[in-house]
């Protein structure tokens, strides 16, 4: 008889055993209970339960972000939801002005002026030496880094139209700054590069100048497939814009509330005529572009209808990050008014 007895105890004790597994631990235990050892470090600054409007207060700006995209006028991106899902909804979650313009046409006249409150003569995209000397906002902030997609070397001042590059969507190269080899990049990805690298160290500059190549920036460019429709590259900027804004709001930069970001476009089309003062215009027709405003302090569905411009823009920056004083037309009552519209 005995020798069945340790059997059937094995036999039992296996039973009791699955049983218990089955219906969990004896001892109540809270199913997300801290575990014992100790927290891992978390991103400093406050947790951004939202992207925007998080935060309320005197912002401390420390890192402004421009994001610089092609040509595309308003009206074929605002509210056309089909072909740009994100950048609408990122304009409803955060802000958009609505009566923002460029400065002029061509296109080189907006990448100086924005820079210098100037085009300082250069008018026209074939210009030669185009390059000025004069100031800009990047001798006047502590530090800079401008990343351009497509951009096969370093401050680049030839098109590499094969890799969908143009100096045209590179403003730092028309100006005569030191050091444009080291502080002009090609732009990487979302998850690795220069820009990547400098999220994830968190050490951004003051002011970042971003700029998608011309497959990308929503503009019309026949070397990326140059019999497709107007919506196929306002999707693919769409798309794009999309994996950045989540690499930079995700940031510890952005989530300690010292990020604002600027998303605009370089002019409307088609273009208006040559040398159309658009600052002057009412922000109607292809002078019109977006202005999208991105940060902790900017109250969700904000549109401000008010008449802003690039020079706008560039005065907002300036005021931002502490510029002893504005570049030629960017004036403080407009700089004061974009900031003031936006929680900034």
């Known amino acids: 008889m005995w020798r069945w007895v340790l059997p059937v105890a094995a036999v039992a004790a ?23 050892t100790s927290a891992p470090v978390t991103t400093p600054g406050p947790h951004l339960k939202t992207v925007c409007g998080s935060l309320k207060g005197t912002p401390r700006i420390r890192h402004v972000v421009w994001i610089w995209m092609g040509d595309q006028s308003y009206k074929h991106l605002i509210g056309k939801t089909r072909v740009a899902p994100y950048i609408n909804q990122l304009a409803s979650i955060c802000g958009v002005a609505s009566g923002y313009t460029t400065i002029t046409h061509p296109s080189i006249a907006n990448d100086v002026g924005v820079l210098a409150g100037d085009p300082h003569g250069l008018v026209h995209n074939a210009c030669d030496p185009c390059t000025t000397t004069a100031p800009s906002l990047l001798t006047q902030v502590p530090s800079w880094r401008a990343f351009v997609d497509g951009m096969p070397t370093p401050c680049r001042k030839l098109a590499a139209e094969h890799a969908g590059y143009t100096r045209l969507s590179n403003p730092p190269t028309y100006f005569a700054v030191r050091g444009c080899t080291r502080f002009d990049r090609p732009l990487g990805t979302p998850a690795a590069g220069g820009l990547a690298r400098l999220l994830r160290t968190n050490t951004l500059p003051a002011f970042t100048l971003m700029a998608p190549d011309s ?10 497939g140059g019999t497709l429709e107007r919506g196929v590259f ?8 999309r994996g950045w804004l989540a690499a930079l709001t995700r940031s510890r930069a952005y989530q300690s509330g010292a990020t604002a970001i600027f998303i605009t476009w370089n002019q409307g089309t088609p273009a208006q005529p040559l040398h159309t003062d658009c600052t002057r215009a009412a922000p109607i027709g292809t002078c019109r572009v977006p202005l999208i405003v991105v940060s902790p302090y900017t109250t969700p569905h904000t ?18 990050l502490h510029a002893r004083s504005l570049l030629g037309h960017a004036s403080h009552a407009s700089a004061a008014k974009l900031l003031r519209a936006f929680g900034l």
């Not at 497959?215 to 990326?224: E, Q, R, V």
């Not at 999707?235 to 814009?241: H, M, N």
């Open 14 to 36: 296996v039973l009791i055993g699955f049983l218990a597994s089955r219906n969990g631990p004896t001892e109540h235990v809270k199913p997300h209970a801290a575990p014992t």
């Open 215 to 224: 497959c990308h920036s929503s503009g019309f460019d026949k070397h990326c």
């Open 234 to 241: 306002i999707s693919r900027a769409d798309v794009g814009l």
């Open 303 to 320: 549109r401000a209808t008010l008449h802003l411009t690039h020079y706008s823009l560039l005065g907002a920056t300036e005021r931002l």
